[in-house]
Nanobody
């Protein structure tokens, strides 16, 4: 199994920034990508961004392009999501997830392990 633990969520004003981190541990040898998704109660969990295990490739959902940056620290075995120019509509629970080879980057059904989530609240 792979364990994923998110941190860094909180309350921020619109226009502000937050950096989320996810610590990966356990049987990570088969992990190919690490991704971030977000979910508002009553709605589907949406893809935000993903990075390959080695950190060389990134993908972004439409809501993240131009404002969020995903990065990978292979030494610390973490993945981070730097979120800038936050908007109230970014308010959600943000989840870190891991995916093996062959998964579809923005399809949550192809991610194998999930963290417990961290709340991000953006006030107007």
């Amino acid at each position: 199994q792979v364990q994923l633990v998110e941190s860094g969520g909180g309350l921020v004003q619109a226009g502000g920034s937050l950096k989320l981190s996810c610590q990966a541990s356990g049987r990570t040898f088969s992990t190919y990508k690490l991704g971030w998704f977000r979910q508002v109660p009553g709605k589907e969990r949406d893809f935000v961004a993903a990075v390959t295990w080695g950190g060389e490739g990134t993908s972004y959902g439409d809501s993240a392009k131009g404002r969020f940056t995903i990065s990978r620290d292979v030494i610390k075995n973490t993945v981070s999501l730097q979120m800038n120019n936050l908007k109230p509509e970014d308010t959600a629970i943000y989840y870190c997830a891991s995916q093996g080879r062959g998964g579809i980057v923005d399809d949550l059904r192809t991610y194998d392990y999930w963290g417990q989530g961290t709340q991000v609240t953006v006030s107007s």
